[in-house]
């Protein structure tokens, strides 16, 4: 009998459990054997206990390592801080990757997007430190080290020479902010250099982002700090069909929380309509990362062929179908 894994399961909030349930429904299909830890975090957690990241949660991620996670709701412009912020940066899980690509039979206007964003997770304009100084007037600290920057980059590099990719491109707006982003940039120079093998690259963000829409096959690897990372993920999403068709995942040294790009889509919550392909497609990473690499070898054929043969009741709403999640996952597993 195959070994049982132990993985943390965060189900979040809005359409989180919907697309959680039904990627641990395939999951369990394969015959891969999961024990699900479950725990909680989010919105709907705080509004029922009072908190939003219980310290059992993180405790259950250090002692576990792997742990799949629905998305969790932040407040615009008050409240708790973002829990995937706080999850990040309290577990140092420094490098989030979303690999964006075009998939047969989900039209866009792009059929060779094959780009994998490798996203600083921790630092930048995500350290949460804001203060008003006077009225009227707030500050927000952008925070950059060269560790945290070297880290990275070195990450995606490596990341480049194991998967057999070929460039690392860099976006950045250091010809502003010189000093921030200047030294993003002389660690990324200075990774690169010991990486002959992998060509790299730097673009302005502003421009990079006109050249990644006009043609997105140019890209292999964006390497990005934490904001930059975050617009492009949504940006790069829609040039392959949305947010319901890219996955994620969160690696530190140790641990790795697998979860897509979307939030919690509150415009469409709790009315089975939400496309699970993210979750299932971040849980076929997870199932790689446990070395389960048939099942998730299976899920992906499963899912490729499914959506190239382009049946509307085969396809949520977003990519052009009729069906609900519940009726996608159903015609998913039978294909596997
Ligand atoms: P969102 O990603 O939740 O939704 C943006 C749009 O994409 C909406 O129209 C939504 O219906 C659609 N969409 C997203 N996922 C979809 C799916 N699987 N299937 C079909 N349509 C989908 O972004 P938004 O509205 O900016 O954020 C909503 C909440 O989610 C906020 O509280 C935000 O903080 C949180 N959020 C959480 C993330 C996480 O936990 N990793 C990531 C991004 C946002």
Not at 5 to 29: F, T, W
Not at 46 to 65: C, I, M, N, Y
Not at 184 to 213: T, W
């Amino acid at each position: 009998m195959s070994t049982q894994h132990e993985v943390v399961l965060i189900k979040g909030d809005g359409i989180g459990p919907e697309v959680i349930g039904a990627a641990q429904r395939l999951i369990e299909a394969t015959g891969v054997r999961i024990a699900w830890i479950e725990r909680q975090a989010g919105l709907e957690h705080f509004e029922k206990h009072g908190e939003v990241l219980p310290e059992s949660t993180l405790d259950a991620l250090r002692q576990h390592t792997v742990a799949f996670k629905g998305p969790t709701a932040t407040p615009i412009g008050k409240g708790h801080r973002s829990v995937n912020v706080q999850i990040r940066q309290k577990l140092n899980l420094f490098a989030a990757v979303r690999p964006v690509r075009s998939i047969a039979g989900i039209p866009t206007r792009y059929e060779n997007v094959e780009v994998v964003i490798v996203r600083e997770n921790t630092e930048g304009l995500y350290s949460g430190i804001e203060h008003e100084v006077v009225p009227g007037v707030v500050e927000s600290l952008k925070i950059v080290t060269e560790a945290g920057s070297t880290r990275i980059a070195e990450f995606a590099f490596k990341y480049a020479e194991t998967r057999g990719r070929k460039r690392v491109t860099v976006f950045h707006k250091a010809n502003i902010m010189k000093m921030s982003d200047g030294l993003f940039l002389d660690c990324a120079r200075r990774v690169a250099k010991q990486h002959p093998s992998i060509e790299y690259n730097e673009l302005i963000i502003d421009n990079g982002c006109m050249q990644v829409v006009r043609d997105p096959s140019r890209f292999d690897i964006l390497l990005l700090e934490n904001l930059y990372g975050d617009i492009m993920s949504d940006l790069c999403a829609a040039l392959v069909g949305g947010l319901g068709v890219v996955p994620g995942a969160n690696f530190g040294d140790r641990l790795a929380v697998f979860e897509s790009v979307h939030g919690s889509a509150p415009d469409i919550a709790g009315k089975g309509l939400a496309n699970p392909l993210a979750a299932i497609m971040s849980g076929v990473m997870m199932l790689n990362h446990l070395n389960e690499t048939p099942a998730a070898d299976r899920i992906k054929r499963a899912y490729n062929a499914m959506l190239a043969e382009g049946k509307p009741e085969e396809r949520t709403r977003d990519i052009g179908g009729t069906a609900g999640t519940a009726q996608f996952t159903d015609a998913l597993i039978k294909r596997l």
